[in-house]
């Protein structure tokens, strides 16, 4: 590991394993450094590359990670992998995901398809978060992971709008560039399409991971109390609706008189002036 890397470093370290195109390292960068291992990882982002099997990573035993992000393999738990194949003849690296978290992260996040055996996993897919994209993807977490609501989804004109990866020839790359939220021209469409993580999703996870990081390092902040908000911007409206009217007229009238107190006395006034005029 390069020296930045100490226990004296400032950002968070971040361990992105299982990623040779490592797109969703473009969002986890802005939640530290991110170091990620694939057997052929390629240098199309902010992070770190380093090309090694998930199986013998070279990294020292004395370097921990705040948060690790592993994507094993999924084909054993794919739909089309039964219609082509036999899903058995693909691995199950789910286990040594944990081996590797356990051994060098404080924090880690499993991705891979909903029907993986994964433990408590929280799912999500592209309907929570205002996203055209049919994409439900299961997350195994060491930290609690709020779990959004399903929406309902997309049509125009009673027509249906959302796609799926499966017919990624649907749209172009700089379509899913834009679902993805990633920069489309450092991947390829199939790849940005059907294997990366949409950044929405990491957010929503990391900004919960962020909660246990902060809290761990006295980061934590006292955030004001809301509980009564819109009670208390109530009464301070009413109060500014009657505030005295010495600040608003020429005079002094008395401090306790409110707008409508003053213009109901002006009022009064008036009226006993024009009787004594009768008179």
Request: with cysteine; net charge negative; charged share 30%.
């Amino acid at each position: 590991m390069t020296p930045e890397y100490g226990e004296d470093r400032e950002e968070p370290l971040i361990l992105h394993c299982f990623a040779d195109y490592g797109v969703e390292s473009e969002a986890l960068a802005c939640y530290g450094n991110v170091v990620r291992v694939g057997i052929d990882a390629m240098d199309t982002n902010e992070s770190i590359p380093i090309k090694a099997d998930a199986y013998d990573v070279p990294i020292a035993d004395d370097v921990t990670f705040n948060l690790g992000v592993f994507h094993p393999i999924c084909k054993r738990w794919a739909e089309l992998t039964s219609l082509s194949g036999n899903p058995d003849d693909h691995p199950n690296q789910i286990p040594q995901a944990r081996e590797i978290a356990q051994q060098y992260c404080d924090h880690y996040v499993i991705e891979n398809k909903p029907n993986a055996p994964l433990k408590d996993p929280v799912y999500l897919d592209g309907k929570m978060f205002g996203l055209p994209i049919d994409y439900e993807r299961a997350f195994e977490t060491s930290f609690p992971v709020t779990q959004p609501p399903r929406q309902k989804r997309f049509s125009h004109g009673g027509t249906k709008v959302e796609t799926s990866p499966y017919f990624f020839s649907e749209r172009s790359r700089r379509w899913w560039g834009s679902v993805k939220g990633y920069r489309e021209r450092r991947y390829p469409k199939e790849h940005l399409a059907k294997n990366s993580i949409p950044a929405p999703y990491i957010h929503h996870i990391c900004r919960d991971w962020l909660r246990v990081y902060e809290a761990a390092n006295g980061e934590t902040v006292d955030r004001p109390d809301y509980s009564n908000y819109d009670e208390r911007m109530e009464s301070r409206r009413r109060a500014e609706d009657n505030e005295s009217i010495y600040k608003y007229v020429d005079g002094d009238p008395q401090m306790d008189r409110t707008l409508d107190s003053f213009a109901d006395g002006e009022a009064d006034s008036e009226n006993k002036e024009e009787s004594e005029d009768d008179d």
